[in-house]
């Protein structure tokens, strides 16, 4: 059941048949089984997109007027900020992404899943948790960490909600049928393979012995950096690699070009973090090799994006109708882009003044958002019709989501990064007081907000839409919700 | 915040509303139109790509192997630690040393060994340390001041008409290098409208040696054995009398050692 026991002999590619009647009862029983725990992840992660996406707000207008509720403790900016940040990651990207996994690796080792109600409380003990540590975040019991402030209390209750639901995917992929193993499985097992090990590693190293000094920097940026990598990274990837080909109904472009980008994926990304410290009190090779890392990280990140770009050509015109590939495909061009961010500002001289500036955000959210997020939600688009039975209701409700996300996600990256870089540049500037740095960027800081505006209309029409979906108000129909009519009648089944 | 909507039991009923009985005869037509489970071409790696892993390789390499630090445990320095940045660092730090004027070296020499008891305006402090501007021994020839500073001075001492004798002047000798206790004595001789002749770290080399089998500090009686206007073999005259070779102070003080 290890990553590394996945077999690497190619799988023959039978000619194009049709699907059959057995093939299609098949996956409508293995979609009855997932359904309830799949939309109870789903709905827990939407629930807790919408909260993250208020503290968000509240977070950034902080951040430009500091006086805002400033006498009541729990609404700080030091405890709003952690609040926010670990609702969306462990709330809505780790909830989604499971959702999306236990889908998928159902669907690929074409089982039915066995007793879904278990999966159902794995992901009320998560729920738990997440809930008990953003308490404690509020209440002031924060370890102060990235991404890891929940308190170690609420880590443990979510290190046993999780085994519950390890062991569940695990166990899918053991009663696997057929001989194929999918490039999305590898990564989905990787993922489920890495995230226990990232964070159990994490918190043995800052809470159970912790080590000396600077060094818990070392880890937790390890940590953060490797959560974005090997957790969120490999699901959104695993989730990319099954919905593009799957919507346009045509193979990968390549199993070599797959098995590279995933293995050294899997090398070159476990090293990486450190650069995140450049210029801090570490030995310089240390370092220095997370830098050369990143660096290699263009390997599978070309790899990868050939793939998906060879998979795609010519099938490109289908983003304007079919939803999952819209947002799937934004998905992947993030992917890039953000990769490439990050090798660029992971150079020691463009580190210098990007490093602990608001630069670094814009880069969190290019890889938690406008890539994993953009993913995911492709991936909601496709899945939930099949477990409700019914098909989005208004097309246009989509296209309002997309569109505010895109422009939301894009203006804040922007606004961070020309901040962050302005920012950097006075900081470096021995002449300039230190709170003159921050001064100057208040505009972009106003800008961010503003793009905080568009991405909670965003969520709050797709909670919306889901939620007439998830109370039966869809359509039923046999077509699928197309972005824009559909002139020609073979598209039809591209959604 | 309860992300429960509805209990778990009610949504497996409520599944079975979503339009798919218990019978799978009747498949969702999202299924039906659903393309086959995704496969994988064979396309072979394309040439241009290996070259981009190449380019890859080529650079992570090469910044591992320039910044590495020469991997050393506690190197901070990308550069590789001590070679580079030393040889950078030190020079620097020497054309510092060599830009300043030897009284200016003196005066920081001054404030970090002297200033507590004689005042940075070098006029001490009434009844317990001596006033250096317009001393006699400080401003006359620099044999004496020599003496005093290498090897510390105690007992009763008149400077300017006033008697001084409660504190002792601690010997310099263990703590300055010679070319630190010429800068600071060049200082002291030509600040505050002292207007003596500069000190060279040789002279006071030289007098070191001398005074180097003479124990403990000197006294009154030790200085008023020395011409007011002797100076220091080997310095530049400024109109004084010409450095006599004259006899150690040991003779003259061994009534006091």
């Known amino acids: 059941m290890d990553a590394t026991e996945i077999p690497l002999k190619a799988p023959s590619v039978p000619t194009d048949v049709p699907t059959s009647n057995v093939e299609q009862i098949e996956r409508a029983l293995i979609d009855a089984s997932t359904r309830v725990p799949v939309l109870m992840f789903y709905t827990s992660a939407i629930v807790w997109l919408l909260f993250g996406t208020l503290l968000a707000g509240f977070v950034s207008f902080k951040l430009h007027s500091p006086d805002w509720f400033s006498n009541v403790s729990f609404l700080t900016w030091g405890r709003v900020r952690p609040a926010h940040m670990n609702v969306m990651v462990y709330g809505w990207a780790s909830m989604a992404g499971m959702g999306t996994a236990i889908w998928l690796m159902a669907r690929l080792c074409r089982t039915v899943l066995r007793h879904p109600l278990l999966l159902v409380a794995g992901a009320g003990f998560w729920n738990f948790g997440v809930l008990l540590g953003v308490g404690g975040i509020l209440v002031g019991d924060s370890t102060g960490y990235q991404w890891l402030e929940f308190p170690p209390y609420a880590a443990i209750v979510l290190f046993v909600a999780y085994s519950l639901i390890i062991s569940w995917a695990v166990l899918m992929f053991r009663f696997r049928r057929g001989d194929q193993i999918y490039i999305t499985q590898w990564y989905l097992l990787g993922a489920f393979l890495w995230f226990p090990w990232l964070y159990a590693a994490a918190q043995l190293m800052l809470f159970v012995v912790p080590v000396q000094g600077v060094m818990q920097a070392a880890v937790s940026w390890w940590f953060a950096n490797n959560l974005l990598f090997l957790w969120f990274g490999a699901i959104g990837l695993g989730t990319a690699y099954y919905m593009i080909p799957k919507v346009i109904g045509r193979p990968v472009y390549s199993y070599h070009l797959a098995t590279i980008g995933f293995w050294t994926y899997a090398l070159f990304s476990s090293w990486t973090g450190m650069q995140r410290l450049v210029d801090g009190p570490f030995p310089a090779w240390m370092i220095t090799a997370s830098i050369a890392a990143t660096i290699l990280t263009i390997i599978p990140v070309a790899t990868v994006g050939l793939n998906h770009h060879m998979t795609m050509q010519g099938y490109f015109p289908l983003m304007r109708y079919s939803p999952t590939l819209r947002f799937t495909v934004f998905g992947a061009i993030s992917y890039t882009v953000f990769s490439a961010l990050g090798v660029l500002i992971s150079l020691r001289s463009v580190a210098r003044y990007v490093n602990f500036t608001q630069a670094s955000i814009a880069y969190s959210h290019l890889g938690l958002y406008a890539f994993f997020t953009m993913v995911i939600f492709g991936s909601m688009y496709y899945i939930v019709p099949r477990l409700v039975g019914r098909e989005w209701r208004y097309a246009s409700l989509i296209k309002l989501h997309f569109w505010a996300s895109v422009y939301g996600i894009g203006l804040m990256i922007l606004m961070l990064l020309a901040g962050g870089f302005l920012q950097g540049a006075n900081m470096d500037n021995p002449s300039l007081a230190f709170s003159e740095s921050t001064q100057t960027i208040l505009p972009y800081l106003r800008g961010r907000s503003l793009s905080g505006v568009l991405l909670t209309v965003s969520h709050f029409v797709f909670a919306f839409h889901f939620g007439l979906m998830l109370f039966g108000l869809g359509r039923t129909s046999s077509v699928p919700t197309f972005l824009n009519p559909v002139e020609t009648e073979g598209s039809e089944a591209h959604v | 915040m309860n992300e429960q909507t509805s209990p778990p039991d009610q949504r497996v009923r409520q599944g079975m509303d979503y339009g798919e009985s218990e019978e799978v005869q009747e498949v969702h037509a999202a299924i039906q139109r659903e393309k086959r489970e995704p496969r994988v071409g064979l396309e072979p790696l394309s040439i241009w790509l290996i070259a981009v892993y190449g380019l890859a390789v080529f650079f992570g390499g090469a910044y591992l192997g320039r910044y590495s630090g020469n991997f050393s445990g506690d190197g901070l320095d990308p550069l590789g630690g001590p070679p580079p940045t ?147 073999p080997g310095g530049a005259p400024v109109g004084a009398a010409p450095p006599k070779p004259g006899a150690p102070p040991q003779p003259q003080s061994s009534p006091a050692s």
Request: proline share 7%; with cysteine; aromatic share 6%.
């Open chain 2, 86 to 232: 030393k040889k950078a660092g030190g020079a620097q730090g020497e054309q510092q040393q060599a830009e300043l004027t030897p009284h200016d070296r003196g005066k920081k020499i001054f404030a970090a060994n002297c200033q507590t008891c004689h005042q940075a305006n070098g006029l001490g402090v009434p009844g317990q340390y001596p006033p250096l501007a317009g001393s006699e021994f400080t401003t006359g020839g620099s044999r004496r001041p020599g003496m005093i500073v290498l090897k510390g001075l105690e007992g009763p001492v008149t400077v300017k008409g006033q008697k001084f004798g409660t504190a002792v002047m601690q010997p310099w000798d263990k703590t300055l290098t010679d070319q630190r206790i010429a800068d600071v004595l060049t200082y002291e001789r030509s600040e505050w409208g002292n207007n003596a002749s500069p000190v060279t770290g040789e002279q006071i080399a030289a007098l070191r040696k001398e005074l180097a089998n003479h124990p403990s500090s000197f006294t009154e009686p030790d200085l008023l054995g020395v011409p007011a206007d002797a100076e220091l």
